[in-house]
């Protein structure tokens, strides 16, 4: 399993707006190929900042099929408005439990 974990700076009073948004997009990334799971995490110190982490079967699904799917744009369409910067974006697999 792949974790994919996006670093996300939210426009100052949107916070609540940007939530809602990834609230409606679950979906999207719900009938992806791979798809794993999703959690959306806010950095407690800094409001404006949330950790998206989205669990997937290979990088492919997400890089590939995911990034490369509608569903993705319209993620995008969903919570672009929202972005600070863009999110940066990591990939990281387990390897002590």
Sequence with gaps: MVHEFAMIEVLPGKEADFEAGVRRAVPLFSRA???RG????????????YHLEVEWDTLDDHLVHFRQSEDFQEWRRIVGPFFKQPPEVIHTDVVVE
């Design 33 to 35: 190929k791979g798809f």
């Design 38 to 49: 999703v959690k959306l995490h806010r950095v407690i110190e800094h409001p404006g900042r």
